[in-house]
């Protein structure tokens, strides 16, 4: 479990709790987690399939949205089968370097879909304010360019934390009272200074939350003053439809992880935090298809053609 570095010891595997001091939830909660997570592969891989199979969401908002998509997908499975094994199963160990895996890549999502939402955001104000010209401004070439720095940008600030956590030796008390490796549970358990780690996690996070919220306001800002001027109710009425379902996953993400960043971070609210992270690592990923799909026409109008072109097969 532990090998010796000097007077300290280096952990070579966790043991995480999760909510094994709620033994009687661990079915129920087995059960939701796990319908939440089909229906979060299911409606995330519906976005996906349903922007190739149809021309009209061929734009660049649907080329955003399926890569939102594909990153809810990803960070749900970086956390959720783990949690689903440790609900059912006695042995709740994890490697050293299986949490420094899960860590680095639920980093990577969260910060890529974080400025994914930003660019989105960048996307609306441009069809909102500059309708004539928005196809010739979001270009394919400038749409890949803007995805390609979220993913990149998000792996660079992801390799700087891990290797911060990393370099840390970790004490023989290897229990990690989280479902997941979780930077605040992981710190806690290291037996050398933290500083450097600390200062890199709270220097990368204010400054991505901040930028990405900048971002996102300014693109609002710029709609609302475009959208008071508008002098027909119909216009004013499409500009805000094509906006609030954004709005609405906006506010869930960035709303979890401002809640996260005010809990304390001590014993008394490690239940506060996991229960936050569950509804960040179970809950958003499931929404996010179900608030673009659920009022959007073109999606819908999809699916009813797919159906249908599906059910005289099924008769015969």
């Not at 908002?61 to 399926?66: N, R, V």
């Not at 400025?115 to 401004?137: I, K, Q, S, W």
Request: net charge positive; aromatic share 12%.
């Amino acid at each position: 479990m532990a090998h010796k570095v000097g007077n300290q010891s280096s952990a070579t595997s966790f043991v995480l709790l999760g909510f094994s001091e709620y033994p009687h939830l661990q079915a129920p909660l087995f059960l939701m987690v796990l319908t939440i997570y089909t229906v979060t592969l299911l409606g995330n891989l519906g976005i996906i399939v349903i922007r190739k199979i149809n021309p009209k969401l061929h734009t660049p908002m649907y080329f955003f949205l399926s890569h939102l998509s594909f990153l809810d997908i990803c960070y749900s499975s970086v956390f959720t089968p783990k949690l689903l094994e440790i609900l059912v199963v006695e042995d709740r160990t994890i490697s050293f370097r299986g949490c420094m895996t899960q860590f680095f890549f639920g980093c990577v999502c969260v910060i890529t879909e974080m400025f994914m939402l930003a660019v989105m955001a960048y996307d609306r104000f441009v069809a909102v304010c500059n309708p004539l010209l928005y196809t010739v401004a979001m270009s394919p070439k400038l749409c890949a360019l803007l995805v390609a720095g979220t993913y990149m940008w998000g792996t660079l600030c992801s390799s700087t934390i891990t290797y911060s956590l990393v370099q840390l030796s970790y004490c023989e008390s290897n229990i990690i009272n989280h479902f997941g490796c979780e930077y605040s549970a992981v710190l806690s358990l290291s037996c050398s200074d933290p500083s450097f780690s600390q200062m890199a996690c709270v220097v990368i996070s204010t400054f991505n939350e901040a930028c990405s919220l900048l971002i996102i306001l300014a693109s609002y800002a710029f709609i609302v003053i475009t959208v008071i001027k508008m002098p027909s109710k119909g216009g004013l009425q499409k500009a805000f439809s094509t906006c609030t379902s954004h709005l609405a996953a906006i506010s869930i993400f960035h709303g979890i992880i401002l809640l996260l960043y005010c809990v304390p971070n001590s014993k008394s609210s490690w239940l506060l935090v996991k229960v936050a992270t569950v509804l960040f690592t179970v809950l958003v990923p499931m929404l996010n298809p179900l608030i673009y799909s659920l009022r959007n026409k073109d999606v819908k109008e999809t699916v009813r053609k797919k159906i249908i072109s599906k059910l005289p097969s099924h008769s015969i």
